[in-house]
């Protein structure tokens, strides 16, 4: 019984220390990201302008921490005075999403290509996913409304989804939100993420593995001053009351079309669901590219009146 003991306890303190080592290191590789630049994009500028007669400009702001943060905005020959925001993926650049603005380029909306923090071309020491890009948003939205008068919009696949939808929540300016593959909150799909990529499944990681998320989230607290489990969607949805259109594929393994459900649950008075069947990750615009744009562009047109901020700032 006394040998049984020890190893018992031989094992749970060999475990624990396992825990420790591998959260912080779990926190690391999540903090900090690969990088990927979009260069001089040369080939992206030289369609747009065959396209749309339009020249692609490098502009960029400070960050509430001094993080540099770099963007390419673009304005149609015929500018009808609205921008939409487009936000990318995790480990991706502006050049993810630039084949989205086709669709608002060729209906007079500007465009704002961002390289989120800690991605591309753009400064920061962390990606946060979204609690402190959300306000590198709100700051975008402010530049943008230096140049365009109406209405702004965005739109976000996966991280940028769920960075567009915090955004929302401290951002009023903005006349209507799309995402598309949105988390609802970080350690769902933190249990998730990590169920599909070491396959062990999503249980293992909320049980017998969770001592190594709690560490992770624990050491970026006290190391950096973040709280992880504040990147959440679902209670930005629940503050926002900006119009927000959530679209998932039933065939999304990476962020579970569930996020989106129960995102909508907690938002169904200003939100909208669009389920695609077959759909995979970010596989809207492939499955059903016609009435992607359809419902995106009408979603926005819908929803083409200045917010209340603005309305009151006017008066």
């Known amino acids: 019984m006394m040998n049984g003991t020890r190893t018992l306890l031989c094992a749970l303190g060999t475990y624990g220390l396992f825990s420790v080592v591998a959260g912080i290191g779990l926190a690391e590789l999540s903090l900090r990201l690969p990088k990927r630049s979009p260069g001089d994009g040369a080939v992206y500028r030289r369609r747009v302008r065959r396209q749309f007669d339009a020249q692609v400009q490098n502009v960029s702001i400070r960050g509430a921490d001094g993080a540099l943060l770099n963007a390419w905005f673009v304005q149609p020959l015929h500018p009808g005075g609205e921008a939409v925001i487009l936000l990318h993926g995790i480990t991706d650049n502006r050049i993810g999403v630039s084949g989205f603005g086709d669709i608002f380029l060729s209906h007079g909306y500007s465009i704002l290509l961002p390289d989120s923090r800690e991605h591309g071309d753009s400064g920061g020491r962390l990606a946060t996913y979204g609690i402190l890009e959300r306000q590198d948003v709100n700051r975008w939205v402010g530049w943008l409304r ?6 702004t919009y965005l739109f976000g696949e996966s991280m940028g989804a769920a960075i567009g939808l915090q955004a929302a929540a401290v951002t009023p300016q903005l006349c209507a939100v799309a995402v598309e593959s949105p988390f609802s909150n970080f350690r769902e799909i933190a249990f998730e993420r990590l169920g599909r990529e070491t396959h062990l499944g999503p249980f293992f990681w909320r049980t017998a593995g969770r001592p190594l998320i709690e560490v992770a989230i624990l050491y970026t607290r006290l190391r950096y001053g973040i709280r992880l489990t504040d990147a959440s969607p679902r209670s930005a949805v ?5 119009p927000m259109l959530l679209i998932a594929g039933t065939a999304d393994h990476n962020i579970p079309m569930h996020h989106a459900e129960e995102l909508y649950r907690d938002c169904a ?10 759909a995979d990750h970010g596989g809207a615009s492939t499955v059903a590219p016609v009435e992607f744009r359809t419902r ?5 047109q819908l929803h083409d009146a200045k917010p209340a901020a603005m309305q009151t700032k006017a008066n």
């Open 269 to 278: 008075s200003h939100c909208e669901l669009w389920i695609v069947k077959g």
């Open 146 to 151: 230096q140049h365009d008068s109406g209405c």
């Open 238 to 242: 629940e503050e926002a009351k900006t």
């Open 296 to 300: 995106i562009l009408g979603w926005f």
